[in-house]
Protein backbone atom coordinates (compact mmCIF):
# COMPACT_ATOMS: atom_id res chain seq x y z
CA UNK A 1 0.00 0.00 0.00
CA UNK A 2 1.16 3.27 -1.24
CA UNK A 3 2.09 5.71 1.76
CA UNK A 4 3.35 9.40 1.19
CA UNK A 5 5.01 11.27 3.70
CA UNK A 6 5.51 15.29 4.02
CA UNK A 7 7.83 17.29 5.87
CA UNK A 8 7.77 19.21 7.71
CA UNK A 9 3.78 19.80 8.78
CA UNK A 10 4.43 23.36 8.89
CA UNK A 11 6.66 26.08 7.77
CA UNK A 12 6.93 29.56 8.55
CA UNK A 13 9.18 32.01 6.82
CA UNK A 14 10.24 35.42 5.83
CA UNK A 15 9.00 37.05 2.79
CA UNK A 16 11.44 36.57 0.15
CA UNK A 17 13.36 33.50 1.25
CA UNK A 18 13.84 30.97 -1.13
CA UNK A 19 12.41 27.50 0.36
CA UNK A 20 11.67 23.83 -0.08
CA UNK A 21 8.97 21.53 1.11
CA UNK A 22 9.52 17.54 1.20
CA UNK A 23 7.53 14.61 0.08
CA UNK A 24 8.76 10.92 0.24
CA UNK A 25 6.23 7.78 -1.05
CA UNK A 26 6.70 4.02 -0.35
CA UNK A 27 6.05 2.24 -3.23
CA UNK A 28 8.40 3.73 -6.36
CA UNK A 29 5.91 1.96 -8.94
CA UNK A 30 4.64 5.54 -9.65
CA UNK A 31 3.08 7.18 -12.84
CA UNK A 32 3.58 10.31 -11.49
CA UNK A 33 3.41 13.25 -8.43
CA UNK A 34 1.23 15.49 -8.84
CA UNK A 35 1.85 19.01 -6.39
CA UNK A 36 -1.20 20.90 -4.70
CA UNK A 37 -1.85 24.35 -3.33
CA UNK A 38 -5.09 24.36 -0.79
CA UNK A 39 -6.29 27.86 1.10
CA UNK A 40 -8.37 27.39 4.06
CA UNK A 41 -11.52 26.15 2.56
CA UNK A 42 -11.04 25.72 -0.67
CA UNK A 43 -10.37 22.95 -3.29
CA UNK A 44 -7.09 21.88 -4.83
CA UNK A 45 -5.28 23.62 -7.17
CA UNK A 46 -2.72 21.92 -9.04
CA UNK A 47 0.72 23.04 -9.49
CA UNK A 48 2.74 20.83 -11.22
CA UNK A 49 2.73 17.15 -12.67
CA UNK A 50 5.84 15.39 -13.16
CA UNK A 51 5.37 11.77 -15.23
CA UNK A 52 7.14 8.96 -13.98
CA UNK A 53 10.12 9.50 -16.59
CA UNK A 54 10.93 13.50 -15.69
CA UNK A 55 13.37 14.25 -13.32
CA UNK A 56 11.64 17.90 -12.47
CA UNK A 57 8.86 20.25 -13.81
CA UNK A 58 9.14 24.30 -13.51
CA UNK A 59 6.83 26.78 -13.42
CA UNK A 60 7.11 30.57 -12.45
CA UNK A 61 9.33 30.96 -8.79
CA UNK A 62 7.98 26.88 -9.06
CA UNK A 63 10.01 23.98 -9.32
CA UNK A 64 9.14 19.91 -8.29
CA UNK A 65 12.29 17.58 -8.78
CA UNK A 66 11.33 13.24 -8.41
CA UNK A 67 13.36 10.58 -7.61
CA UNK A 68 11.40 7.51 -8.22
CA UNK A 69 14.14 5.12 -6.90
CA UNK A 70 14.76 6.61 -3.63
CA UNK A 71 10.68 7.49 -2.97
CA UNK A 72 11.25 11.67 -2.79
CA UNK A 73 10.31 14.74 -4.25
CA UNK A 74 10.94 18.39 -3.61
CA UNK A 75 8.98 21.24 -4.32
CA UNK A 76 11.20 24.62 -4.84
CA UNK A 77 9.78 28.02 -3.95
CA UNK A 78 11.76 30.77 -4.75
CA UNK A 79 11.62 34.49 -3.53
CA UNK A 80 8.40 33.29 -1.36
CA UNK A 81 5.84 35.64 -1.05
CA UNK A 82 2.92 36.23 1.21
CA UNK A 83 0.61 35.25 -1.23
CA UNK A 84 2.12 31.67 -1.52
CA UNK A 85 0.82 30.84 2.37
CA UNK A 86 -1.06 27.67 2.04
CA UNK A 87 -0.93 24.19 2.56
CA UNK A 88 1.32 22.43 0.03
CA UNK A 89 -0.12 18.87 -0.81
CA UNK A 90 1.97 16.37 -2.42
CA UNK A 91 0.42 13.27 -4.26
CA UNK A 92 1.16 9.94 -5.74
CA UNK A 93 -0.53 8.82 -8.22
CA UNK A 94 -1.11 4.85 -9.93
CA UNK A 95 -3.20 2.43 -10.81
CA UNK A 96 -5.74 1.14 -8.85
CA UNK A 97 -7.89 -2.36 -9.40
CA UNK A 98 -10.06 -0.75 -10.95
CA UNK A 99 -7.78 0.88 -13.66
CA UNK A 100 -8.78 4.04 -13.11
CA UNK A 101 -5.23 6.27 -11.52
CA UNK A 102 -5.69 6.78 -8.02
CA UNK A 103 -3.86 10.05 -6.33
CA UNK A 104 -1.95 9.16 -2.42
CA UNK A 105 -1.94 12.06 -1.01
CA UNK A 106 0.62 13.33 1.86
CA UNK A 107 -0.77 15.04 4.61
CA UNK A 108 0.23 18.73 3.36
CA UNK A 109 2.75 21.00 4.88
CA UNK A 110 1.00 24.26 5.85
CA UNK A 111 3.15 27.09 4.65
CA UNK A 112 3.12 30.93 6.01
CA UNK A 113 4.77 33.42 4.22
CA UNK A 114 5.39 36.80 6.91
CA UNK A 115 5.72 40.13 5.18
CA UNK B 1 -11.90 24.92 -20.92
CA UNK B 2 -12.74 22.60 -18.79
CA UNK B 3 -14.31 23.30 -15.06
CA UNK B 4 -15.81 21.53 -12.44
CA UNK B 5 -18.56 22.23 -10.20
CA UNK B 6 -19.03 21.37 -7.03
CA UNK B 7 -22.74 22.12 -5.02
CA UNK B 8 -23.59 22.65 -1.94
CA UNK B 9 -20.41 24.61 -0.45
CA UNK B 10 -21.56 24.11 2.66
CA UNK B 11 -23.77 21.73 4.20
CA UNK B 12 -25.33 20.94 8.23
CA UNK B 13 -27.10 17.79 8.27
CA UNK B 14 -29.03 15.93 11.54
CA UNK B 15 -27.67 12.92 11.99
CA UNK B 16 -29.93 10.11 10.32
CA UNK B 17 -30.95 12.14 7.20
CA UNK B 18 -30.08 11.53 3.42
CA UNK B 19 -27.10 13.24 2.06
CA UNK B 20 -26.88 14.51 -1.69
CA UNK B 21 -23.64 15.95 -3.20
CA UNK B 22 -23.45 16.88 -6.91
CA UNK B 23 -20.16 17.36 -9.25
CA UNK B 24 -20.65 18.02 -12.65
CA UNK B 25 -17.34 18.48 -15.38
CA UNK B 26 -17.52 20.96 -18.62
CA UNK B 27 -15.52 20.57 -21.46
CA UNK B 28 -14.07 17.60 -21.45
CA UNK B 29 -15.97 13.48 -22.05
CA UNK B 30 -15.58 10.43 -20.85
CA UNK B 31 -13.49 12.01 -17.93
CA UNK B 32 -12.92 9.71 -14.72
CA UNK B 33 -14.22 10.70 -11.81
CA UNK B 34 -13.09 10.68 -7.85
CA UNK B 35 -14.97 11.27 -4.60
CA UNK B 36 -12.19 12.42 -1.85
CA UNK B 37 -12.76 13.08 2.23
CA UNK B 38 -10.50 15.22 3.68
CA UNK B 39 -11.21 14.97 7.62
CA UNK B 40 -10.09 17.57 10.14
CA UNK B 41 -5.86 17.30 10.33
CA UNK B 42 -5.94 14.30 8.12
CA UNK B 43 -4.74 13.83 4.37
CA UNK B 44 -7.20 13.25 1.52
CA UNK B 45 -9.30 9.69 1.47
CA UNK B 46 -10.30 8.81 -2.08
CA UNK B 47 -14.16 6.94 -1.61
CA UNK B 48 -15.38 6.37 -5.23
CA UNK B 49 -14.06 6.58 -8.20
CA UNK B 50 -15.89 5.80 -11.72
CA UNK B 51 -14.13 5.14 -15.55
CA UNK B 52 -17.66 5.46 -16.86
CA UNK B 53 -21.66 5.60 -16.80
CA UNK B 54 -22.72 3.50 -14.03
CA UNK B 55 -19.34 1.76 -13.27
CA UNK B 56 -18.37 3.24 -9.85
CA UNK B 57 -15.49 1.36 -7.73
CA UNK B 58 -15.37 1.88 -4.00
CA UNK B 59 -11.66 2.39 -2.16
CA UNK B 60 -13.13 1.90 1.54
CA UNK B 61 -16.18 0.27 3.21
CA UNK B 62 -18.59 3.04 4.27
CA UNK B 63 -21.99 4.57 4.99
CA UNK B 64 -22.02 6.34 1.60
CA UNK B 65 -22.65 5.57 -1.89
CA UNK B 66 -21.51 7.09 -5.25
CA UNK B 67 -23.54 6.95 -8.86
CA UNK B 68 -22.92 8.26 -12.25
CA UNK B 69 -26.41 8.50 -14.43
CA UNK B 70 -24.93 10.87 -16.91
CA UNK B 71 -20.80 10.96 -18.18
CA UNK B 72 -19.84 14.06 -16.72
CA UNK B 73 -21.97 13.97 -13.66
CA UNK B 74 -21.17 12.75 -10.31
CA UNK B 75 -23.37 12.20 -7.07
CA UNK B 76 -22.34 11.18 -3.49
CA UNK B 77 -25.03 10.29 -1.50
CA UNK B 78 -26.17 8.36 1.84
CA UNK B 79 -29.31 7.45 3.30
CA UNK B 80 -28.52 7.81 6.94
CA UNK B 81 -25.86 10.25 7.72
CA UNK B 82 -23.75 9.55 10.78
CA UNK B 83 -21.44 11.86 13.18
CA UNK B 84 -18.41 10.37 11.58
CA UNK B 85 -19.39 11.61 8.09
CA UNK B 86 -18.31 15.35 9.09
CA UNK B 87 -15.92 16.12 6.73
CA UNK B 88 -14.77 18.00 3.40
CA UNK B 89 -15.51 16.70 0.06
CA UNK B 90 -13.87 16.56 -3.25
CA UNK B 91 -14.89 15.84 -6.60
CA UNK B 92 -12.01 15.72 -8.84
CA UNK B 93 -11.98 14.62 -12.64
CA UNK B 94 -8.85 13.36 -14.80
CA UNK B 95 -8.43 11.69 -18.79
CA UNK B 96 -7.12 8.23 -19.38
CA UNK B 97 -5.51 5.93 -17.60
CA UNK B 98 -2.69 6.59 -16.15
CA UNK B 99 -0.36 10.16 -16.63
CA UNK B 100 -3.21 13.05 -17.04
CA UNK B 101 -3.00 15.67 -14.45
CA UNK B 102 -5.82 15.87 -11.59
CA UNK B 103 -8.04 18.84 -10.82
CA UNK B 104 -10.56 19.72 -8.35
CA UNK B 105 -13.57 21.18 -7.71
CA UNK B 106 -14.13 23.30 -4.58
CA UNK B 107 -15.58 21.51 -2.32
CA UNK B 108 -18.45 20.78 -0.10
CA UNK B 109 -18.09 21.19 3.88
CA UNK B 110 -20.30 18.50 5.63
CA UNK B 111 -20.92 19.08 9.01
CA UNK B 112 -23.38 16.25 10.45
CA UNK B 113 -24.93 17.62 14.13
Known amino acids: KQEVTQIPAALSVPEGENLVLNCSFTDSAIYNLQWFRQDPGKGLTSLLLIQSSQREQTSGRLNASLDKSSGRSTLYIAASQPGDSATYLCAVGSISSGSARQLTFGSGTQLTVLP | SQTIHQWPATLVQPVGSPLSLECTVEGTSNPNLYWYRQAAGRGLQLLFYSVGIGQISSEVPQNLSASRPQDRQFILSSKKLLLSDSGFYLC????????????FGQGTRLTVV
Open chain 2, 92 to 103: AWSLGQGQAEAF
